[in-house]
């Protein structure tokens, strides 16, 4: 059965993220900003965001920890676009080419609910063609929790068979799967298109 419709991932599969695009802006290349990286503004800290809470409140904790770093933790929210330079190659062209043939889209992003937004404003030229975008941060739920698979194909009006779901983590692919949504682990464009086309989409 070829799905109706796709669900995208953004993070590093539709856009590139990484705090040391910002960070590297910061601190000069060298071991203090991998120890930073490492050891302060953390993935598993940033994580706190996608889970729902404020930045105010994860900062100040972070703070209160690494006061030597206040000035450096607290850039963390206001230039947080920053660790999203651009676009991952090709797929921006291929959101283009589904939308343009009536391929219905959507997302579901670990995000935060206050970093999200203005995001989506800066992006508008492409996240206009998406039809709904659920995300974590305003849910209080994050991948791979089935949850919110559910919570999303709901919103979305779909049932799991009807779409196929695309993410570069592992185990957000593994979780989807596990509620009957298909899916494709993203390694890149190519192996993404060559995906969906065999699935008998319009790639």
Request: one cysteine or more.
């Amino acid at each position: 059965m070829t799905p109706k419709a796709v669900i995208f991932d953004i993070g590093r599969v539709l856009y590139h993220w990484d705090p040391r695009f910002l960070y590297e802006r910061l601190i000069p290349e060298g071991e203090a900003l991998d120890a930073f990286l490492r050891e302060v503004v953390t993935h598993d800290w940033h994580y706190q965001h996608d889970e729902g809470r404020d930045f105010a409140d994860t900062s100040a904790e972070l703070i209160a920890r690494f006061p030597q770093h206040a000035a450096l933790i607290a850039a963390w929210g206001p230039r947080f676009g920053e660790s999203i330079p651009g676009p991952v190659e090709h797929m921006h062209g291929l959101v283009e080419r589904l939308d343009a043939a009536g391929v219905p889209l959507f997302a579901i992003t670990n995000f935060s609910h206050e970093f999200f937004p203005p995001f989506r404003a800066r992006e508008a030229a492409l996240f206009d063609r998406f039809r709904d975008i659920v995300v974590s941060g305003d849910e209080k739920r994050v991948k791979p929790d089935p949850a919110l698979y559910r919570l999303a194909l709901d919103r979305f009006g779909l049932r799991p068979d009807e779409a196929v779901f695309i993410d570069d983590n592992a185990a957000n692919v593994a979780g989807a799967e596990a509620i009957g949504l298909r899916s494709i682990l993203f390694i890149g464009a190519g192996d993404c298109v060559a995906r969906l086309r065999a699935l008998g989409l319009p790639a």
